[in-house]
C-alpha cells in the first residue's frame, strides 16, 4: 500500500524552539506538500516542492522553512515556534502535476506551549 | 482569487442519499475532487473528475459537475454510519495549484 508517512501524530514544544516536522513518502513522487489544518479556515498551503532541493512558498509561509535532500523527504521547519503556529499540519504528495489527486499522511497535531 | 465554497454541515439518516455541494470561482480549474478525512486522519481523495466532463459514478458515489454554474455536487447512495466524515471539495486551476474548501461536516443518523 502507497504511503505517506509523518513522523509524529502528536507533539508539543515549547515558545522558542527549533521543530521538525517529517515527511516520507515510498511512491517516488515528485512533488510534496505541506499544509496547516485550522478549524474554520480549511487546509493553507505553507510550501511544496517539485524536485530534490527545490522549494516553493506557498500562501502562508511565514515562520516556516522546509528542506528537500532526498526525493522521498520533505522537512517543515518551524524556526523559532510560536503559539499561533498550533494547528494539525498536513503533509501530501503527488506524480505528475497532481492530477490524480494527492497523497495525504495521517497528519501531526503540534501544540506550542 | 480562487475560491472554493462548501456549506458547513449535513445531517442525513442511515440508508438515506447524502449530496455535498460546493461552488468554485475559476473557470479555467482542470480537474476537480472529493477528499474525506476521518476524525484524527488526514485527507483521503474519493474522487476527481476532469473539467470537460459532466458526471462521473464509482459505487456509491456520484459527482455532478455543472461547468457554466461552476457547481459540483457528491451524492453518496443508501449512506452509512462509516460515512460520518468531513467531505473536502477542491479544485486544480494550473501546475500543481490546488484550493480547498473549507469542508464539510456529514453526520449521519442511525
Known amino acids: 500500500d502507497v504511503k505517506v508517512t509523518q513522523s509524529s501524530r502528536y507533539l508539543v514544544k515549547r515558545t522558542g524552539e527549533k521543530v521538525f516536522l517529517e515527511c516520507v513518502q515510498d511512491?517516488?513522487?515528485?512533488?510534496m506538500f505541506w499544509y496547516r489544518q485550522d478549524p474554520g479556515l480549511g487546509l493553507r498551503l505553507i510550501y511544496f516542492?517539485?524536485?530534490?532541493?527545490?522549494?516553493e512558498k506557498g500562501d502562508i509561509p511565514e515562520g516556516y522553512s522546509v528542506s528537500r535532500e532526498k526525493k522521498e523527504r520533505f522537512s517543515l521547519i518551524l524556526e523559532s515556534a510560536s503559539t499561533n503556529q498550533t494547528s494539525m499540519y498536513l503533509c501530501?504528495?503527488?506524480?505528475?502535476?497532481?492530477?490524480?489527486?494527492?497523497?495525504f499522511g495521517s497528519g501531526t497535531r503540534l501544540t506550542v506551549v | 482569487g480562487e475560491d472554493v465554497e462548501q456549506s458547513l454541515f449535513l445531517s442525513v439518516r442511515e440508508g438515506d442519499s447524502s449530496v455535498i455541494n460546493c461552488t468554485y470561482t475559476?473557470?479555467?480549474?482542470?480537474?476537480l475532487y472529493w477528499y474525506k478525512q476521518e476524525p484524527g486522519a488526514g485527507l483521503q481523495l474519493l474522487t476527481y473528475?476532469?473539467?470537460?466532463?459532466d458526471m462521473k459514478q464509482d459505487q456509491r458515489l456520484t459527482v455532478l459537475l455543472n461547468k457554466k454554474d461552476k457547481h459540483l455536487s457528491l451524492r453518496i447512495a443508501d449512506t452509512q454510519t462509516g460515512d460520518s466524515a468531513i467531505y473536502f471539495c477542491?479544485?486544480?486551476?494550473?501546475?500543481?495549484?490546488?484550493?480547498f474548501g473549507i469542508g464539510t461536516k456529514l453526520q449521519v443518523i442511525p
Open positions: 516542492s517539485y524536485d530534490v532541493k527545490m522549494k
Open positions: 511512491m517516488d513522487h515528485e512533488n
Open positions: 473528475i476532469f473539467s470537460n466532463m
Open positions: 475559476d473557470s479555467s480549474s482542470t480537474y
Open positions: 477542491a479544485e486544480s486551476w494550473g501546475y500543481q495549484k490546488v484550493t
Open positions: 501530501a504528495s503527488s506524480l505528475d502535476q497532481g492530477a490524480r489527486g494527492y497523497t
